[in-house]
């Protein structure tokens, strides 16, 4: 096993897609920026969710981090790391404010309207699977939200998203063995949060 | 929550190198194992089934991270774009520009320095003019209020002859008649 592989299957060609699309975006092609925007904004959404369980706030996460990035790219210098990098960079940067800015309380307007949330469950399974997948998502979310923000923020962008440790140095702005060390506690303890709510996901995934 | 972790009796009562093993596990499942570390893992995991089924909790727990992780918060359709929506207003939408409201603006600038300017003279010519007499002030300053008139016993005082009473009547009553109070 690789030291530094990454979990996601990422297109090896994306970084060039990337410095193309970026090109012509500077030009001020707006297919471009949209374009841009499809490839993107779907794992800046799964981290900022991620960070933050809360849609609402992801929302205005990632709409706040694809105005900066398409103002700022002139600012991008591809020498000094990818831009799937510097893109989550500047999420998890806004994503922090935006949890120092949740110690105001606040309700949000689909919980007074009794609406929910799109499920989250694969469409062509059983309801039997949708029902276990939608409670092992929601274990999940009640562990995450029981770390502290940092070590978090690390198996978020280890697991979630599929960076390398070097990857995530860059992100997290830490050290690569910093970065290591917070990937080996958040697994730790979520490894005994998981068993505290005993939901058995392995065997229900297998036998299902 | 690292701290919170017990430390179990029955890791306490393993050997040494279990120990250093077990801690070694971690490092293992998130790959930041050296080849040579993890060959002798390897070695020690092929003859001991605790150390064995501990690597078995810590791989099921990364495949649960694995496998959960990246499905956590897939955004839909809709709310794609209605991100882009609000991403395409505040990228290309300008600041609203108002040349078109510079005449108007100079309009009511003039109009406004116009009416304070007379509220300024207008207030300041009532202060200096002088209050307009009324008729009763006049009508008793034009009739003599006090005549000389010979008085037989010689004295030169002078004597009031026109009536106060019909100043008085002819001046406004300032308080109500005495049956206006009554309910």
């Known amino acids: 096993m690789a030291k530094q592989m990454a979990y996601s299957a990422r297109d090896p060609n994306e970084e060039a897609q990337f410095q193309s699309l970026i090109a012509r975006c500077k030009e001020g092609d707006q297919a471009a920026h949209e374009a841009l925007y499809n490839a993107v904004a779907g794992d800046v959404y799964r981290l900022a969710y991620s960070l933050l369980l809360h849609p609402q706030d992801s929302e205005d996460v990632v709409q706040e981090v694809m105005v900066y990035v398409f103002r700022s790219l002139h600012q991008f210098d591809p020498q000094r790391g990818s831009f799937r990098t510097w893109l989550y960079t500047i999420t998890v940067s806004r994503c922090r404010n935006a949890r120092r800015r949740k110690w105001l309380p606040t309700v949000a307007l689909s919980s007074l309207i009794g609406m929910k949330g799109e499920p989250r469950a694969p469409s062509a399974q059983s309801p039997e699977v949708a029902v276990a997948w939608r409670n092992a998502c929601e274990s999940l979310e009640r562990a995450l939200g029981a770390l502290s923000p940092r070590l978090c923020e690390a198996i978020v962008l280890r697991y979630g998203q599929g960076l390398t440790y070097r990857e995530m140095a860059e992100v997290l702005n830490c050290p690569q063995k910093t970065a290591e060390s917070r990937v080996r506690l958040a697994h730790e303890a979520l490894r005994s949060i998981l068993n505290d709510v005993e939901i058995g996901l392995l065997e229900e995934f297998s036998s299902a | ?183």
């Open chain 2, 1 to 183: 929550m690292y701290l919170k972790v017990p430390f179990s009796r029955r890791q306490a009562t393993l050997s040494m190198r279990c120990r250093t093993i077990r801690h070694q596990l971690k490092a293992y499942v998130t790959d930041q194992l050296s080849q040579a570390q993890r060959l002798r893992l390897a070695k020690h995991i092929a003859h001991c089934e605790s150390c064995y089924a501990e690597l078995q909790c810590e791989l099921a727990t990364v495949y649960e991270l694995k496998r959960h992780l990246p499905a956590l918060g897939q955004p839909n359709a809709a709310q794609l774009a209605r991100i882009w929506q609000g991403v395409k207003a505040q990228t290309w939408q300008k600041p609203p520009r108002y040349t078109d409201l510079r005449p108007a603006s100079a309009l009511l600038t003039l109009t406004l320095t116009l009416m304070c300017a007379a509220f300024v003279f207008r207030g300041s010519a009532a202060v200096a003019a002088p209050l307009p007499p009324s008729p009763a002030i006049v009508r008793a300053t034009l009739t003599p209020i006090f005549t000389e008139t010979p008085d037989p016993l010689g004295n030169a005082m002078a004597r009031p002859t026109a009536s106060l009473t019909a100043l008085y009547a002819n001046a406004p009553s300032a308080a109500p008649a005495p049956s206006a109070r009554k309910p």
